[in-house]
Every structure is written in structure tokens, then in C-alpha cells.
């Protein structure tokens, strides 16, 4: 069988070579030295370049008339670095606590209202968790989830709730604001979430958020396994081991607690 090939967005792939080439622009660049530099229309180039910046991607200087990179882009690149950096002081931690606990770890940020994971160490052995970077998860019955809602202010997270919903995923799933709420106390108050099988049947997860200089959680880190794994005997040392590794990142990152 043939594979099929996705074809190529021709506007989409002109607007990032417009980009690119205005990244290496020191004084910036007019429509007709786009048009030209690039062998597109002068049209289809004014059409592109005027999108982008009604966007935020573009800058134009309304003296000269040319155009330079916008601010949403170094915003977005700001962004990615603190991931990255993020990623980087966090990995040797979630190997350590996966060394402790012979379970796999993930570290996950918040993004338009979802847990999403950036970085998982899988541990050894026949049981594999089924996840990965850039798995998007919901927030009321996730371990990093609830890590990362449980110290936002009141009203931003009602307002996470009436924008997203409380999704079921079974029977234990919390979908009540008020218990979620309830829930997000006991986060608060023993310094580590829980994920009783409120995802998937058979599985628990143990999160802790990750804070930065600012004191501001940015980000979660969790341990999964399965119920025979993660008991409700050993829940409290695991929460502890969790909570600890949590700390140790977030004095990486400035956080003085």
C-alpha cells in the first residue's frame, strides 16, 4: 500500500520563511524586499506580512516602513527556554526519585487548562504506564493536575472549571467543583495530590507542584503505578519522597521556602 502524503500548506510555509529571513534582518525589511528576496508575489507577500502583524509575530516601523520581528515571537521564545531550562534542572531529580521508587516519573506544566507532560523517565520492568511527552491531560483527576491547580487563586480556578469542565473518566473520577475543591485542600495542606484510580482503573498517581523564585507553581512532578504498587499503606512515604524531590527543583529554580 502506497503511503499517502500530507501536502504542504504553501501560505503557512511562506509565512515561516518570512519569519526566518526577517530573524536575520537587522534593520528590518520592506514588503518589496520580502517579495523579492523570496520570489512571491508582492501581493500574496503584503496579504502574508500584514497577517502576521495584526498577529503579534510582526513589528512595522512606521517611519521606515519596514518590518522586523514582533514581540509575541520573543515571548514564545522566552517560553520555550524556560521549558527547556525547566527540563533540564529537573531530570536528574526525576531519575533519582524513580532510582527511589522503581516508578516512572513525569514532570507537566499548565497549558490552556490541561496538565501536559514534558519529560518522563520510565522506570525498569514489566509494567509500563502508558504515557508521554506532550500527552494532554485533564486536571481534576490527574496527579500533576491537581499539583498544579491546587495554589491557583480562587477565582481564576473557578473559572478554569466553567471554561474546561470536570470530565469523567469512571466512577472514582471527582467531577463535583466543590469535592474538587475539597480535594485541592488536602493538596495544600499535606503538600502532595493524589490520583485514586480517578484517571484509569488500576492506576494511582502521586504529584507535588514545582514553584518558582517567584513562588509561583509552574510546574508538577509525579510518580505512577499500578494499585499493587502504589498502596494505600505506602502512600505517605511515596508523598514525602514526591514532595521532596518537588522542593529540591524548585530551590533549583529560586524558591525559598
Not at 510518580?223 to 508523598?239: C, F, H, K, R, V
Request: charged content about 25%.
Amino acid at each position: 500500500m502506497v503511503e499517502k502524503k500530507t501536502p504542504i500548506v504553501s501560505s503557512v510555509k511562506r509565512a515561516l520563511s518570512i519569519i526566518e529571513m526577517l530573524a536575520h534582518s537587522k534593520r528590518g525589511m520592506s514588503i518589496s524586499d520580502v517579495s523579492r528576496r523570496l520570489r512571491i508575489p508582492k501581493s500574496t507577500t503584503h496579504c502574508i506580512v500584514v497577517t502576521l502583524e495584526k498577529t503579534g509575530y510582526l513589528e512595522k516601523n512606521e517611519r521606515t516602513g519596514k518590518y522586523s520581528l514582533g514581540l509575541k515571537l520573543f515571548g514564545l521564545g522566552s517560553l520555550v527556554l524556560s521549558q527547556l531550562e525547566l527540563r533540564e534542572q529537573a531530570l536528574p531529580y526525576l531519575r533519582q526519585l524513580m532510582e527511589q521508587t522503581k516508578l516512572t516519573t513525569h514532570l507537566a506544566i499548565l497549558e490552556q487548562g490541561e496538565a501536559v507532560y514534558v519529560e518522563k523517565v520510565e522506570a525498569p520492568g514489566l509494567v509500563k504506564i502508558d504515557t508521554w511527552v506532550g500527552r494532554r491531560m485533564d486536571i481534576n483527576c490527574t496527579g500533576v493536575g491537581k499539583a498544579l491547580i491546587a495554589y491557583l487563586p480562587e477565582e481564576q480556578l473557578h473559572e478554569l472549571i466553567k471554561h474546561r469542565g470536570l470530565p469523567r473518566h469512571n466512577h472514582k473520577t471527582i467531577t463535583s467543583p466543590d469535592k474538587l475543591i475539597q480535594d485541592l485542600q488536602k493538596v495544600r495542606a499535606r503538600g502532595y495530590s493524589l490520583d485514586d484510580e480517578e484517571d484509569e482503573l488500576g492506576v494511582r498517581c502521586i504529584g507535588a507542584p514545582v514553584f518558582n523564585h517567584q513562588g509561583e507553581v509552574i510546574a508538577a512532578i509525579s510518580i505512577a503505578g499500578t494499585t499493587s504498587q502504589i498502596t494505600y499503606d505506602n502512600i505517605p512515604e511515596l508523598g514525602r519522597l514526591v514532595k521532596e524531590t518537588a522542593r529540591k527543583i524548585s530551590a533549583c529554580l529560586g524558591f525559598v521556602s
